[in-house]
């Protein structure tokens, strides 16, 4: 169980990672305004938030084979059987609703910083 965990959290860690990437590029092209590249971020970290806890609820419905974590799991530590496909989409679920939380704390971090930055520009 702890194998297939630390596997699912590096498949969909390194998924989130190169989304974040790109969250970052265009936060980078709004340089010249703080507070548009920050509204941005928030927007599309909201969204990545919302793309995760869908695939959360719809990991149910995948076949476990068609995953990438089941390809990076050793054929020894793939779970075998009904209850072990149940269990392997329930670990899945799990570390996408994880990242969900994460992504969702990143994104209202993100909108308080950018109100917090046309306040600031308000009372100056």
Known sequence: MDKIYA??????????MFGTLAIGLVMLSFSFD???ALM????????MAQILILKAQTT???KPGRTETWNCLAPEARPAGRHGRKIFLSILADVY?????????????????AMGVR??????
Do not use: D, N, Y
């Open 34 to 36: 703080l507070a548009r």
């Open 97 to 113: 609703m994880h990242f969900a939380t994460l992504s969702f704390a990143a994104g209202c971090s993100l909108f308080a910083a």
């Open 60 to 62: 149910s419905r995948q």
């Open 7 to 16: 596997v699912a959290v590096t498949c969909v860690g390194r998924a989130v």
């Open 119 to 124: 306040l600031a520009r308000a009372l100056i």
């Open 40 to 47: 941005a971020g928030a927007f599309l970290t909201l969204v």
